[in-house]
T-cell receptor, first 113, second 112 residues
């Protein structure tokens, strides 16, 4: 059974710091991996999607990497800002067609000014 | 303005009552999903639908029912059989070939 783990559960950093969020999954047979952002009491916003054949994806200050063989993904945030404060969720899609996402519990990030 | 809408934002359920959560999308997406989120937990899949008039159970379907009569709509009914319904419910949709899932703003269900 696929399980997704995110470490740490919470992280506090000062503004301007570069940081890395970690995601690991137990079954390397994934179709793709997606990183989301969730603000308190809100829905999820998709940040980056990495197909299983890709190694990384970049969007602005965000860079996500994928190492399928070791079951790991990282989300790198450069020059963090207070507006980056949110919960970040990692989710994998199983290989079979017609299935949905399996989520980790998230990392809650707090960036202080 | 394209997107996914969920209503209501807050919903209160009395003991033994069935309640229905609405999810509508105008993105022309084929697939739609319902997830449940509990405090400190990841999202768990309740039901999903890849096409109109077809849907599949997710990991925690007991006590819930869905319908997919139109491409744009995927309502979720929380039945009286669901003994612990208090949670944040999120609806999502995606195009098959794009894979990225887009989420609605959520409905918070509380029990009176």
């Amino acid at each position: 059974k696929q399980e997704v783990t995110q470490i740490p559960a919470a992280l506090s950093v000062p503004e301007g710091e570069n940081l890395v969020l970690n995601c690991s999954f137990t079954d390397s047979a994934i179709y793709n991996l997606q990183w989301f952002r969730q603000d308190p009491g809100k829905g999820l916003t998709s940040l980056l999607l990495i197909q299983s054949s890709q190694r990384e994806q970049t969007s602005g200050r965000l860079n996500a990497s994928l190492d399928k063989s070791s079951g790991r993904s990282t989300l790198y945030i450069a020059a963090s800002q207070p507006g980056d404060s949110a919960t970040y969720l990692c989710a994998v899609r199983r290989s079979q067609a017609g299935t949905a996402l399996i989520f980790g519990k998230g990392t809650t990030l707090s960036v202080s000014s | 303005d394209g997107g996914i809408t969920q209503s209501p934002k807050y919903l209160f359920r009395k003991e033994g009552q069935n309640v229905t959560l609405s999810c509508e999308q105008n993105l022309n997406h084929d697939a739609m999903y319902w997830y449940r989120q509990d405090p400190g937990q990841g999202l768990r899949l309740i039901y999903y639908s890849q096409i109109v008039n077809d849907f599949q159970k997710g990991d925690i379907a007991e006590g819930y029912s869905v319908s997919r009569e139109k491409k744009e709509s995927f309502p979720l009914t929380v039945t009286s059989a669901q003994k612990n319904p208090t949670a944040f419910y999120l609806c999502a949709s995606s195009m098959q070939e794009q894979e990225t899932q887009y989420f609605g703003p959520g409905t918070r269900l509380l029990v009176l």
